[in-house]
């Protein structure tokens, strides 16, 4: 009777045990039984103590071209260019425009979009907005850019200078959850280099 | 067990010096029966009657099906071991104490509900396992056979017999 006891204490130990906040979320907010994902911070956490997602979309309205947020002037090189924002629950686009730097050689336009995978997936276009074209849209990065648990969508386009031209950061259609988590959050990086 | 009419036994000693050759002969090793040797008689009284104990026998029914009991909760006990190790190999996969900077996938889900189901199976298996050997413990006490007892009434005779060199002295009594 005792080595059944043992036994038994034995197996209790192999009880899968996963302690909150130790794990991202997956995709679309997947997580642990019993467990939920914390919106603030994307780590599956005790589903009572799982926050919602919040977004403080710092330019809003943005969701057009012509709305679209400028971002500094940029030379035929530039530093990097970072920013943090977020795309709120329905929020069809966010949009950023920036003028092509004139007397360059050559210049190009580096863009990363990185953003959690618990969230709707989001897409990266860019536009020549002089000409109303889309000139190029976001593609596999390099794998030491993308963090574990992030997605990333990066374009290297080559610049007609002095064009405007205009970054739009749109929902990339599905796995949102079935509608529940039709946002995200995101980190923007541009930067001008001779190509 | 009725004396025996007829049965006629010899002790070849005096029950005074009988006595510490049966208790010796009971503590030996590999003594059959167990025997409660009567005290010295002493003069003008009566010996006590001799006591013979012997163990009674299991059925080779009884030692199959015990045996049989057991082994199967041995061998179900060895199929919670199986499932045991299997939720532990699985468990060790997904469980975590500190953050590991990983999103949960389907596939660590897929180790964590196997953790889970193996480690019930386990439980199963062990509790059902355990349950069979303790049952075949209990029922090997239960149905231990009676042991048989063979009492003695000595009354002895005294007998005085001629050996060379000296003589026998012993005394005859009927079981």
Do not use: L
């Given at each position: 009777m005792r080595a059944t006891w043992l036994a038994l204490v034995v197996v209790a130990g192999c009880q899968p045990s996963v302690a909150s906040g130790t794990y991202l979320c997956g995709d679309e907010e997947l997580c642990p039984s019993g467990q939920a994902c914390d919106?603030?911070?994307?780590t599956c956490v005790v589903a009572s103590t799982a926050m919602p997602f919040t977004c403080?979309?710092?330019?809003?309205?943005?969701?057009t071209p012509q709305q679209a947020f400028a971002l500094p002037t940029f030379g035929c090189t530039s530093a990097l260019y970072s920013e943090d924002d977020c795309l709120a629950a329905g929020d069809a686009a966010d949009w950023r425009s920036f003028a092509a730097p004139t007397g360059c050689t050559a210049v190009a336009a580096q863009i990363e979009i990185t953003s959690p995978i618990a969230f709707e997936p989001l897409a990266l276009q860019l536009w020549d907005l002089t000409a109303n074209t889309m000139v190029a849209t976001g593609g596999s990065c390099p794998p030491s850019e993308t963090a574990t648990g992030s997605d990333a969508a990066c374009v290297t386009q080559t610049l007609v200078g002095g064009d405007s031209y205009g970054i739009a950061i749109q929902p990339a259609g599905g796995g949102d959850c079935g509608g529940k988590c039709n946002f995200n959050r995101y980190s923007l990086q541009v930067q001008t280099v001779t190509p | 067990m009725k004396p025996k009419p007829g049965l006629t036994l010899l002790v070849v000693a005096a029950v005074a010096l009988g006595a510490p050759r049966l208790a010796a002969a009971q503590s030996?090793?590999?003594?059959?029966p167990a025997v409660d040797a009567p005290p010295a008689a002493g003069p003008g009284r009566q010996p006590r009657d001799i006591v013979v104990v012997t163990e009674g026998t299991r059925t080779t029914q009884n030692v199959v099906v015990l045996g049989g009991i057991a082994l199967a909760g041995l061998a179900l006990g060895g199929v919670g071991l199986y499932y045991n190790l299997d939720a532990r190999d699985a468990s060790n996969k997904v469980t975590?104490?500190?953050?590991?900077g990983e999103p949960w996938t389907k596939a660590l889900q897929a180790e964590y509900d196997q953790a889970q189901s193996s480690s019930t199976k386990a439980e199963v298996f062990y509790g059902i396992g355990g349950a069979c050997v303790a049952a075949a413990a209990i029922a090997y006490m239960l149905t231990a056979p009676p042991s048989e007892t063979t009492v003695i009434h000595p009354r002895p005779v005294a007998t005085v017999a001629p050996t060379p060199g000296g003589a026998v002295v012993g005394g005859v009594w009927r079981f």
């Open positions: 919106g603030p911070t994307n403080m979309d710092m330019h809003e309205p943005d969701d | 030996a090793p590999g003594a059959a975590t104490t500190m953050p590991v």
